[in-house]
């Protein structure tokens, strides 16, 4: 039988099913180049222009500035490590839609000597094996209770 959904979309339901996990690999593969401060590489990943989502920034970025963004991200951290936790590949039914998915915990080193973490959602339309639309969602720890 049909699932009896309580809520209505817009455009309707894209019956999301399992895509091709080379999506998953593209994203992936971009965030090991970011992480392990490999600019030149990460850029390789995104198309000529991308949407990019990051907390508290959005912007359309043609992608030689892409790489200046990145550059920027690295000023807050001494040292960075991403664990990651799993990730997906899915495509819509009309096949007219590719989106990989991972999900994992970003820690680091403030330039203080101050550790943190994060945990992170990254979704990335995919389009002809690059990355048009990257959107970041955050889940922050709350702060330690003070003794």
């Known amino acids: 039988?049909?699932?009896?959904?309580?809520?209505?979309?817009?455009?309707g339901w894209n019956n999301w099913q399992t895509g091709d996990p080379q999506n998953a690999v593209i994203l992936l593969k971009m965030i090991?180049?970011?992480e392990t401060k490999n600019v030149e590489e990460c850029v390789t990943y995104f198309a000529d222009s991308v949407v990019m989502s990051v907390d508290y920034y959005h912007a359309k970025l043609s992608n030689d500035s892409i790489a200046s963004f990145l550059n920027g991200t690295y000023t807050q951290?001494?040292?960075?490590?991403v664990e990651m936790q799993?990730?997906?590949s899915v495509i819509s039914e009309d096949k007219k839609s590719e989106w990989a998915t991972v999900w994992y915990k970003q820690s680091w080193t403030d330039a203080k000597g101050v550790a943190d973490s994060i945990q992170l959602i990254n979704e990335a339309k995919i389009e002809n094996g690059k990355i048009t639309v990257f959107d970041e969602y955050s889940m922050h720890y709350?702060?330690?209770a003070k003794k």
Not at 1 to 11: I, Q, V
Not at 77 to 81: A, N, Q, T
């Open 142 to 144: 709350p702060a330690a």
């Open 1 to 11: 039988g049909t699932a009896d959904f309580p809520y209505t979309l817009e455009k």
């Open 32 to 34: 090991k180049a970011w």
């Open 77 to 81: 951290y001494k040292d960075l490590k």
């Open 86 to 88: 799993d990730w997906e």
